[in-house]
């Protein structure tokens, strides 16, 4: 596994980390036809939320990101796992499931349960599905995913 490390988020990683979503998400909206150049930047620029996200680095160089974001939902608190990319050179290296690890052992820490979406076909559900995640809905774009508490 390559070695890595996380630190907190700053309004000035949002430009990077929208061209790393728009580059890790295109091949995916281009399938489901919902691909839009702007929209794809927009809609991370429009939830961005510093306080709950952090950046991965490798070797001190920009690699990707990650958000947990606290929620209450019917069940109580939950942490919601958003914004999960990592920049495609770097996949397959181990260093998105040590992400995950990390940010999985925090919820169970607090006793909370980790929720997230995936867009419907992507290789990402199977990263999820081995730690832990089940469907619990899903539509003809995404599919919703939990991690019940271990």
Known sequence: ????????????DIEP????????MRADLERLGRYDEQRVRQRFRDAFDPAHTWVIEVAGEFAGCVALRPAE????????????????RL???????GVLR?????CDAE??????????????????????FVVETEDAVDVFMVRARP
């Open 1 to 12: 596994m390559a070695d890595w490390d996380i630190r907190p988020a700053t309004t000035s």
């Open 17 to 24: 980390v929208a061209e790393l979503r728009a580059v890790v």
């Open 102 to 106: 990390d940010l999985l052992e925090r």
């Open 91 to 97: 996949q397959g290296r181990g260093i998105g499931s």
């Open 111 to 132: 006793g909370t349960l980790a929720r997230l979406n995936v867009l419907q076909g992507s290789p990402a559900r199977g990263l999820y599905e081995r730690h832990g």
């Open 73 to 88: 939902d019917a069940r109580g608190h939950v942490h919601w796992l958003e914004h999960f990319y990592l920049d495609p």
